[in-house]
């Protein structure tokens, strides 16, 4: 079972950013595809982006414009660049392989929790 280690998150204004990573214990290369997924008190687990082997990315419309997932197959990590941050998007923020059974899953990091507040 590969290890997923996500930065530290932390607090930040209305309108400001931050950049999270997630560094796996082994290569990432051979996985077709890795997410980032948040959970907010009381709601369920989202997905918030994906990017596959390739480059390609999705990211949920919530994020879409604020938000740019990328991955460094050399460094095996999967980053989460996060602008124009809002109260919203405060949630714990994981970083896991992707896949349609993404909801299945039984392992999950401890997450790195972002809160964004004025």
């Known amino acids: 079972q590969v290890q997923l280690v996500e930065s530290e998150g932390g607090l930040v204004q209305p309108g400001g950013s931050l950049r999270l990573s997630c560094t796996a214990s082994r290569s990432i290369f051979s996985m077709p595809a890795m997410g980032w997924y948040r959970q907010a008190p009381g709601k369920q687990r989202e997905l918030v982006a994906f990017?596959?082997?390739?480059?390609?990315?999705v990211h949920a419309d919530s994020v879409k414009g604020r938000f740019t997932i990328s991955r460094d197959n050399a460094k095996n990590t999967v980053y989460l660049q996060m602008n124009s941050l809002k109260p919203e998007d405060t949630a714990v923020y994981y970083c896991?392989?992707?896949?349609?059974?993404?909801?299945?899953?039984?392992?999950w990091g401890q997450g790195t929790q972002v809160t964004v507040s004025s």
């Open positions: 896991n392989q992707y896949s349609a059974a993404w909801q299945r899953y039984d392992y």
């Open positions: 990017v596959t082997r390739g480059g390609g990315t």
